[in-house]
């Protein structure tokens, strides 16, 4: 069992920075990727940004370059952090963590938290 814990999200202007961490527990040596993905109101769950235990990353091409992804182990913690920088309003969404084996599947999401970007 893998628990997912988020942290960050809120408030923030446009063109401003914000940072969200995802804390993975629990099964960790089953994980593979972990990303972020958001739903936008009356929008699909879309992908942000995805990395791989071995550090490969893959983003969507509306947050390239303004987006970085990173991941961390420390102990039996894998830490992803999303650093978003220049926000823009369309940037706005609750924000997802995601976890999946090496099979592609998935094995756990956060709670999400909301990213409200003013212009």
């Known amino acids: 069992q893998v628990q997912l814990v988020e942290s960050g999200g809120g408030l923030v202007q446009a063109m401003e920075s914000q940072r969200l961490s995802c804390a993975a527990s629990?099964?960790?040596?089953?994980?593979?990727?972990m990303g972020w993905y958001r739903q936008a109101p009356g929008k699909q769950r879309e992908l942000v940004a995805v990395?791989?235990?071995?550090?490969?990353?893959?983003?969507a091409d509306s947050v390239k370059g303004r987006f970085t992804i990173s991941r961390t182990n420390v102990g039996n913690t894998v830490t992803v952090n999303l650093q978003m920088n220049s926000l823009k309003p369309e940037d706005t969404a609750v924000y997802y963590c995601?976890?999946?084996?090496?099979?592609?599947?998935?094995?756990?999401w956060g709670q999400g938290t909301q990213v409200t970007v003013s212009s």
């Open positions: 995601n976890a999946k084996n090496y099979g592609g599947r998935d094995l756990q």
């Open positions: 990395i791989t235990r071995g550090g490969s990353t893959n983003y």
């Open positions: 629990g099964s960790i040596i089953s994980i593979n990727a």
